[in-house]
């Protein structure tokens, strides 16, 4: 306890959403922010929050020293949380020393490793993908031919469908090899994951001391792979538990029973899982121990009155979260404003956004003056997000297509690396109303 009788909360990275419901319950946030975030500057930290700097928030190490420089080491905390996918098994292993509640390391583990996770989901006798571990994919001189007929590969604890890519020969998986060589890519252990067909579809809900107290369903309108091979925006939208019960039928075995699998006792959760229409079989994905990205803390309060992290928060704590759940009619989603390769100059602002028809929330991600990739390496790949309602999920689809390409036509995005006669001529084209020609004197 802090003084005063408050518990104090050790965050791992600064989730907004965590941090906003800390002063209604007396609770002490106390927040580790690494250089990463802190160099990005879009979270933000309420006044009178402490702030402990660290290098690497992942690292333990670095974690406990920047901890002890700030006098903290003999703070008694209640619990260590995050919502950062790399500190999951830091905060549990940091937990354990300072006396803390978190999730353990061995559990966290196996929300991170995805050979380890898949196999305690085939050992629970749930249908999900075989895998094959590939320690260092700079080296797949073993490999003689796929375990698969065709496959995604994957680091094994990545996240954000970074360095995915799907596999159907061997001459492929030799070609990747190669291309992480090249670039020295960080993560070296990858893994090999027998293709699922299916709709692809998520989970995201909340668990007290073992019990899934509440949880939601979504569905992509294009499966996560397929979205950045091809460039194309993510868009998620919620399955209606009422003009949609069948899904959730189908749905809650299966969340229910991988969650008692992995061990998850406390939190929130973001889970993956495959559907085949023709045979209504649901395949377990994968599964993260905190809140899903994107939008989905919106969605869920925009569609559900939930608001995760407040009964993330009051779970890690040990108190029962408290669930007011209210369905709201219509559909709800959310979808990705994607950029185009160059220097961002200009985009709609929020409040413009706001203005139309159905949009209810949207987030700019990135400062004007910012580089944007050539291409869309991962679903983080965006300039900012948008959140939509409408009264059925036609209008949505219709709705989040006429406001992406709203947006694209109003994003202003210089060329960058090409010669300046080429971005004169763009800056022509873009102002024409503006002359900025060498002019004679006159």
């Known amino acids: 306890m802090s003084e005063g009788g408050r518990p104090a909360v050790l965050f791992l990275s600064a989730d ?31 006044d009178g929050v402490r702030v402990v700097r660290v290098d690497d928030v992942v690292n333990p190490e670095s974690v406990l020293a920047a901890v002890h420089r700030a006098g903290l080491a003999e703070r008694p905390f209640a619990a260590v949380l995050t919502s950062d996918e790399r500190a999951v098994v830091t905060a549990g292993v940091l937990a354990g020393h300072l006396g803390s509640r978190a999730i353990d390391p061995e559990t966290g583990l196996l929300f991170r490793d995805k050979s380890l996770q898949k196999a305690r989901i085939a050992a629970a006798n749930l249908p999900t993908a075989r895998t094959t571990v590939i320690d260092n994919i700079f080296d797949v001189s073993a490999f003689d031919e796929l375990p698969y007929p065709r496959a995604v590969l994957k680091p094994i604890a990545g996240l954000a469908t970074l360095n995915t890519s799907m596999i159907t020969s061997l001459e492929a998986l030799r070609a990747k090899s190669k291309q992480f060589r ?70 809650e075995p299966t969340v229910s029973a991988a969650i008692a699998a992995l061990g998850l006792r406390d939190g929130a959760f973001h889970m993956e899982l495959f559907h085949d229409p023709a045979t209504g079989t649901l395949t377990f994905g994968e599964c993260a121990a905190r809140r899903g990205g994107a939008l989905i803390h919106e969605e869920m309060q925009a569609k559900f009155n939930l608001h995760m992290g407040e009964a993330t928060l009051l779970s ?72 939509v309602a409408a009264e059925s999920e036609l209008a949505l689809e219709r709705r989040l297509a006429e406001v992406t390409k709203w947006f694209d036509k109003r994003l202003i995005v210089a060329p960058y690396g090409v010669p300046m006669r080429e971005q004169r001529a763009w800056q022509r084209t873009t102002w024409p109303e503006a002359d900025f020609r060498d002019p004679l004197w006159r």
């Not at 965590?18 to 990463?36: F, K, Q, S, T, W």
Request: charged content about 25%.
């Open 182 to 251: 090249r670039g020295w890519v960080a993560e070296r252990t990858f893994v090999l994951e027998e293709y699922i067909e299916g709709d692809e579809w998520v989970a995201d809900g909340i668990v007290f001391d073992g019990e899934v107290v509440f949880f939601a369903l979504g569905t992509y309108a294009t499966p996560c792979l397929t979205a950045v091979d091809n460039g194309l925006p993510l868009r998620l939208r919620r399955f209606d538990p009422q003009h949609e019960s069948w899904a959730y039928e189908r749905g």
């Open 316 to 387: 890690a704590l040990g108190r029962r979260p408290a669930l007011d759940i209210k369905v709201r009619p219509g559909a709800v989603g959310g979808a990705y404003l994607l950029g185009r390769p160059g220097t961002l100059i200009h985009c709609p602002s929020p409040s413009e956004m706001l203005a139309l028809p159905g949009v209810e929330y949207v987030r700019i991600e990135f400062a004007f003056g910012s580089q944007l990739g050539d291409e869309v390496g991962s679903t983080n790949d965006r300039v900012g997000q948008v959140l």
């Open 16 to 46: 907004k959403y965590l941090l906003d419901p800390c002063e209604r319950h007396n609770v002490e946030p106390i927040v580790v922010m690494g250089n990463a975030m802190h160099d990005f500057g879009l979270m933000p930290v309420p």
